[in-house]
């Protein structure tokens, strides 16, 4: 049911606009910018942190908002946003802690630094949309408690493919089909990808070649598809997901019903997986059953076929189009596009992309060392697999071959990172199986919340 537009022409009318931060201005910022500053009534953005402030100036310049004022202080940022003023900073925490801003969006990709943005909009009672995959698909369960006991929002977004499908998901849950996979449709997969062979692609569409490499060896959507499954309660039946490749241009509907296990998608509660080359692309889907025969009949009556899948799906996601429709649903109506609903599901966790000496550095997401594979969490947990959003700046103690997992066994970790803190919480936070064990949980996460 579609209320956001009707609630956001109310507070445009009102003249009691929405006010939202960003944090991050790059390719996808900049999108976002655009789209609240040009199309989006009863929405205002009212100030933009980047690392690089011209780059902040760039995304209000090109949503045509002129008188821009660099700040550095609370005061300053909060007497502008008074006087209907915009503004730029370096320092992104002076957005999370603003009185007069509802929500904040997190757009860098950056996982230790997107984590205490998390944190902070969070502490200061800010709705915080994640466009931030790789900090959702880590930690997302634990920032869930953390919004859960300030009472604000903690989200993915509309538009990127995990909010797409998630939205398509509680359609066809509405409906009284119960969704047994959620896939979604790529075009490229080869994990052996880095920003060498990316550059030309990147630089055609003006993105960073480290991102655009996290999309082609699966890093990314690994992460897209653990957050599915921990908004949803879904498992992987694999390492690394089924995956299937099929010949370029096949349609969907003509090939998805044989292309995964039936026992995998029937037998518990439902996979997230992928596959390469369907059209339409780059779309999501969502595969059902209806154990109703009257209803069965009408599903096929209405062109879905005779089952025992029914194939439901969108065809495109238009990332920061939808952006706004996030921040309303969380300010207007505390609904969440995607959120996680408890205890972790899945992991993303570390494999090697080269081989790998020992006494090396692991670079970031999307680089040159490592890509990322979907495994279930108790697996994770059981085999110390390192998550790949706290591999940045491991030293390897040992040499790993190509292709094979790597453990915290096999690493040195940073010290004093944010990330790998609250990830030790999550694990304690819901490890716990009792209300006097929890307790004990919830006492060391209120340590974390002081330390930030």
Request: hydrophobic share 45%.
């Given at each position: 049911m579609i209320i956001v537009d009707t609630a956001l022409a109310k507070r445009h009318a009102e003249g009691n606009p929405v006010r939202v931060a960003m944090v991050g201005a790059g390719f996808m910022g900049r999108g976002i910018a655009l789209q609240i500053c040009k199309y989006t009534q009863g929405m205002e953005l009212v100030a933009i942190s980047n690392r690089t402030l011209d780059k902040a100036k760039l995304a209000y310049s090109q949503a045509e908002v002129e008188g821009v004022q660099e700040v550095s202080s609370l005061s300053e940022l909060e007497e502008n946003i008074r006087q209907g003023k915009y503004s730029?900073?370096?320092?992104?925490?002076?957005?999370?802690?603003?009185?007069?801003?509802?929500?904040?969006?997190?757009?860098?990709?950056?996982?230790?630094?997107?984590?205490?943005?998390?944190?902070?909009?969070?502490?200061?009672?800010?709705h915080i949309i994640m466009m931030n995959a790789e900090v959702d698909g880590t930690i997302g369960p634990i920032l869930k408690v953390y919004a859960d006991k300030a009472g604000v929002v903690f989200t993915n977004a509309d538009g990127d493919q995990p909010g797409v499908t998630m939205n398509l998901y509680r359609f066809v849950k509405g409906l009284g089909v119960k969704p047994v996979l959620c896939g979604n449709i790529k075009g490229l997969h080869d994990p052996y990808r880095n920003p060498t062979t990316q550059e030309g692609f990147a630089k055609k569409w003006g993105q960073q070649p480290s991102m655009v490499t996290s999309f082609a060896d699966g890093s990314k959507i690994s992460f897209e598809?653990?957050?599915?499954?921990?908004?949803?309660?879904?498992?992987?039946?694999?390492?690394?997901?089924?995956?299937?490749?099929?010949?370029?241009g096949t349609s969907l509907k003509d090939c998805v019903h044989d292309l995964y296990p039936l026992e995998d998608l029937t037998d518990g509660p439902g996979i997230v997986d992928y596959v390469v080359g369907a059209e339409p692309g780059p779309g999501v889907f969502v595969l059902g059953t209806h154990d109703n025969p009257i209803q069965q009949h009408y599903l096929n009556l209405y062109k879905l076929g005779e089952g025992p899948l029914y194939l439901f799906y969108t065809p495109y996601h238009l990332c920061?189009?939808?952006?706004?429709?996030?921040?309303?649903?969380?300010?207007?109506?505390?609904?969440?596009?995607?959120?996680?609903?408890?205890?972790?599901?899945?992991?993303?966790?570390?494999?090697?992309?080269?081989?790998?000496?020992?006494?090396?550095?692991?670079?970031?997401?999307?680089?040159?060392?490592t890509y990322g594979l979907c495994e279930n969490a108790d697996t994770t947990a059981a085999e110390r697999l390192l998550p790949?959003?706290?591999?940045?700046?491991?030293?390897?103690?040992?040499?790993?071959?190509?292709?094979?997992?790597?453990?915290?066994?096999?690493?040195?970790?940073?010290?004093?990172r944010l990330v790998d803190q609250l990830l030790q919480e999550q694990a304690a936070y819901f490890a716990a199986t009792d209300e006097e064990s929890r307790n004990k949980a919830l006492k060391q996460l209120y340590k974390a919340e002081a330390s930030v």
């Open positions: 730029v900073t370096e320092d992104a925490m002076l957005l999370c802690q603003a009185e007069g801003i509802d929500a904040v969006i997190e757009v860098t990709g950056a996982v230790e630094f997107g984590t205490h943005v998390a944190i902070k909009a969070i502490q200061n009672g800010k598809q653990a957050i599915i499954a921990n908004g949803t309660g879904m498992r992987v039946a694999k390492r690394g997901m089924h995956g299937p490749t099929v010949l370029s920061h189009f939808e952006v706004p429709n996030t921040v309303a649903r969380a300010v207007l109506f505390n609904d969440a596009a995607l959120t996680p609903m408890g205890a972790p599901q899945v992991a993303v966790v570390s494999a090697a992309k080269i081989d790998l000496k020992a006494g090396e550095v692991i670079d970031g997401i999307g680089h040159y060392m790949i959003g706290v591999a940045e700046g491991c030293v390897l103690k040992r040499d790993i071959p190509k292709d094979q997992v790597i453990t915290y066994d096999d690493v040195v970790m940073p010290e004093g």
